[in-house]
Each structure stands twice: as C-alpha cells, then as structure tokens.
C-alpha cells in the first residue's frame, strides 16, 4: 500500500524537517501536534494540525491531542480487512500508513537534580506510546518509526519502491517500536517504584526493571557446553567496555569480554600512564610509569608466565614501539583508548589478535549486578577512590613519601583483584599478586611465591590487603617477605594485635576505612 498519510509527533526534533520535506515532495499527507506542526509550518512544510484533523481541540493542558477515533482508527484499521475498510469509508476517516512518533524526555527529566514528582509525571507521555503501540500492532499496513537514525532507511525504502516500504522492514522497525515503548514504561516503573511515602527517592526501586540489547552471539559461554550472546545496557555508559570498537582479530569470545572489561576498568582508575595485565578476570601485572611503554615492560615482569595469552590494556595511546613489544608475547586481546596507523599496522602481522578501542572517559553503571538462584543481587558500584589525606596512619613509623605512593597505588591495584587480596608494591609497579583464596595468609604466601618466580625482590615493598587483617598472622607473612608498609581497611576486632605486630617489626601501617571485596 503506497502512504498517502504520515502522523508526525516528535519530542527529538533531530532530522524531522529534511524528512517532512521528502514526504510533502511525495504529496503525503502530513497530521502533526502542536510543537512539531509549528516547526513544519515555520519551514513553509504543508501540515494538518490535529485538532483540524479530528475537527476536536487539543484539551487538558495538552494531555489529549492525539486520543481520539479518527486517528487510531486510521492507525488500526487492517488493509486486509474489507470490514475495516468499509468502516472507514462510512466514517470519511482515511488510512494512516506512516507514525513517526518519539516520546517526552522522561529519563532526561528524572535524571536532574532538582526534579519534582510533579514534573516527572507531567513528563511522561500517554499519546505517543499508544501511537506507537497501534501502528506497531498493524505493521501489516503501518510502518512506525521511534528513532531519528531510521529516517534515512524510510527514505530508501519509499525511493526504491515507488512510496511503499517493505513488509519485513516495516515488521522489524515494529519490533524497535515495542521494544521502545517497554523501554520507556520500564524507566518510568523504576523511578515511581524508587519514590518514597515522603517522595524522597530512595537507593533502590521497588520494581527493577533493565533493558539491554542484543550486540552478538557468542560462539558459546564460558565453557563450550554453554551458549552465549552479548547484549549492550541501553544507559550508555561513557567509557566503558561496551562502547568497544574491533580493529582487527578474531570476534571475542565470552571470556575474552569479561576478562578484557577486567582490566579496562583497572587501567581506567589510574590517572599516570598505566599498563593492565588480566588472565581470568584478575589482574597479574600492573604498572604506571613515566611511558605506557615503560608501564607494559614492568606490568609483564610481575608476571611473565600468567600473561601468556592474557588480556593488556593501557589508559594511553599504543604506538609503534608499544606494539613492537606485544608482539613478542601472545596476547588474546588489545585495548587503549587509541592506536596509532603505525601500531595498527604493526599488529595486522598477528591478524588474531584482538585490537580495541574505547574512549578514556570515567563512567559507572547505576548498578553493579549478579545473578543467583531465582533471584538478583544489586549493589552500588565500588567506585571510591581516597587519597593520602584519607590515610589513618596507625603505627610509630609513618610512611615516607614514596612509600605513600606506592601504597596509593597499591590500593587501587588491591580493589580489581579477588578476594581474598594482597598485593605487594613498589615504585608503580606490581611486585607479587595474591588473588581469590579462602585464606588471607595463603593469598600472602602465594603474592610472595610469584615475585620469587618473576625473581623480583620484595624487599621495601609495600602492601595492600583488600580487607582487615582477622588475626596478625597474615601481616607476619607480608613483613617475613621483605614488606615496610601496609595499607588495609582497619575495623577487625583484633586491630591492636595486628598494629602492635606491625610496631614490634618497625613497619608503617595504614588504615583506610574502606573495604574492597570482589568476589
């Protein structure tokens, strides 16, 4: 069926005018609302406003415009039917074939500060996802479109078949329509349900409700038994992994994502050139240095045998000499915020591997989440930094300046290693990773055992301990090693054994307040 007539109400007025005006040279008949019937006039686009349309006036402060039966009738009626189709014809109401329709800022609106219940309300829309809705329904007859980025599309489609647009792309800009609308009710159900008696809002809705698309399918999960697939959060999240772009290499595979989402997210937390080596979603190498180039060679020498086929990441520009240098390794996956022609061309020679981009920007999801049994855990992400001026400096010996850095950097290094954690530290660079035992002391003992393998001497290192010290045991092991300062959260029950322990063996000590496990 050739449209003849075109709904236009849009809130996002982006590509709207150069749209209209393809339409109107197609002599369609063009209904709109208010604001948007407005700018088409402004632009001399032949348009019927609704309220002329319906021969009803827009009422209620605006809140009915498009209510009524001579739009969705037109919207609803089946062209297959003969029964629609008269029903129209007695009612002088003509078919409407094309809905271009996008939603009040709802989101945007909440998102502020200052917002109020009562502005929040007012922003959410009934016309337009009942549009919407309808002219999905009827994609037999009615394309729909909801997303500017579509009009091009529209418009070739008309272009190549004399004013028609084809069945299957009209199913598949429904499916966008629906998915749009439960999108849409699902930000408006998790702000009302997060609202209190006191319209306060709190930390977590009542109804938690996540929209996510589907990017790929994976080739299966973590083991080959499993499938797959990846899907993007519809919240953009400036800078994070998901935002990837692919240069070269094979597609990744479900681990390589969560491993490479690892250490994009530990390299990110550093502000000096840094370097993160990931195997198995911990980290078992990181470094910053004067040079990303620098931070690489003393990432890989924390741990020369666990980087084999790792995943690398940098917070700086790969250039030439950097990806020399990889290549001499084998490494699974790339990542930086940038690679330079040179260093691309470098790493075409090894087309497996997987080269990616991300933007360097600090983002956080609203929630971090894990799946259990029948149910969802939901948390805040651990997104807190300190500084030295946080430090409760608890022992005789107070830390000196480079010890202060190295423990800063030690602690950030501690937050993306799995509990339970300790990491021994000195001069920017990761000297011994203890990662995901049932005991502290056994994560102590192993931290120790990878810098006697990487033969690097811990000798006035410094360490990290993601969590308190339960009993001054753990402590002993770090200090047996050759460690001179420990940074921790502080808050056991036996916190004046372990500074007395940490006093006895003329150690610096250092309490934070803050815990960071990562299970």
């Not at 080959?224 to 992994?241: C, M, N, V, W």
């Not at 050139?273 to 990432?299: F, S």
């Amino acid at each position: 069926m050739t449209i003849q007539y075109a709904l236009i109400s849009v809130s996002d007025k982006t590509g709207i005018i150069d749209l209209a005006q393809q339409l109107a040279q197609r002599n369609i008949t063009i209904i709109s609302t208010g604001g948007t019937a407005q700018l088409l006039q402004q632009h001399q686009i032949p348009v019927i406003e609704v309220s002329n349309y319906t021969d009803f006036p827009e009422m209620l402060d605006g809140r009915v415009k498009t209510l009524h039966p001579k739009i969705h009738a037109g919207i609803l009626a089946r062209d297959d039917s003969v029964d629609h189709q008269t029903t129209l014809q007695q009612a002088s109401i003509p078919n409407i074939e094309l809905v271009i329709v996008n939603l009040y800022p709802f989101r945007q609106t909440v998102a502020k500060q200052d917002c109020s219940l009562t502005e929040a309300i007012e922003n959410i829309d009934i016309g337009g996802p009942t549009m919407v809705r309808a002219a999905a329904k009827n994609y037999q007859k009615v394309t729909v479109i909801t997303d500017p980025e579509d009009y091009s599309l529209l418009c070739k489609e008309l272009e190549h078949n004399n004013g028609e647009t084809q069945v299957n792309t009209r199913f598949k800009l429904a499916q966008k329509a629906f998915t749009h609308t439960a999108s849409y009710d699902s930000a408006i159900s998790n702000y009302l349900t997060s609202i209190d008696a006191h319209h306060q809002r709190k930390d977590f809705p009542d109804s938690l409700n996540l929209n996510f698309n589907l990017v790929q399918d994976l080739r299966y999960g973590e083991n080959p038994h499993q499938k797959a697939a990846f899907y993007r959060d519809e919240s953009i999240t400036h800078g994070s992994l998901a935002n990837y772009q692919q240069l070269q290499g094979k597609e990744l595979s479900y681990n390589n994502i969560a491993d490479t989402d690892a250490a994009w997210e530990c390299v990110k937390t550093y502000d000096q050139a840094a370097c993160v080596i990931v195997k198995h979603a911990n980290p078992c190498g990181i470094a910053i240095a004067e040079t990303p180039l620098r931070a690489y060679h003393l990432a890989f020498s924390t741990d020369p045998v666990s980087a084999f086929g790792g995943i690398i990441a940098f917070n700086r520009t790969i250039d030439k000499d950097i990806a020399e240098a990889i290549l001499k390794q084998f490494v699974e996956v790339v990542i930086a915020p940038e690679i330079t022609p040179e260093a691309q061309r470098i790493f075409s020679q090894k087309i497996n591997i997987r080269v990616l981009t991300v933007p360097l920007q600090t983002g956080h999801h609203t929630y971090d989440l894990k799946r259990i049994g029948g149910g969802l855990l939901v948390q805040t992400p651990d997104d807190i930094n300190i500084s030295a001026a946080d430090f409760n400096i608890v022992t005789k010996i107070t830390p000196t300046r480079q010890q202060m850095d190295d423990l800063l950097f030690a602690w950030r290094a501690a937050k993306f290693v799995k509990s339970n954690a300790i990491v021994f530290c000195r001069d920017g660079q990761t000297v011994g990773i203890g990662a995901g035992q049932m005991s502290r002391v056994d994560s102590a003992r192993i931290a120790a055992i990878k810098a006697q393998q990487a033969n690097l001497p811990l000798v006035g290192s410094v360490v990290a301990s993601d969590a308190f010290f339960p009993f001054r045991d753990g402590l002993d092991v770090v200090v047996q090693a050759g460690a001179t300062a420990v940074i921790q959260p502080g808050g056991s029950i036996r916190d004046n054994e372990v500074i007395e322990a940490a006093n006895e063996q003329n150690i610096a000590m250092v309490f934070t307040g803050i815990r960071h496990f990562r299970h």
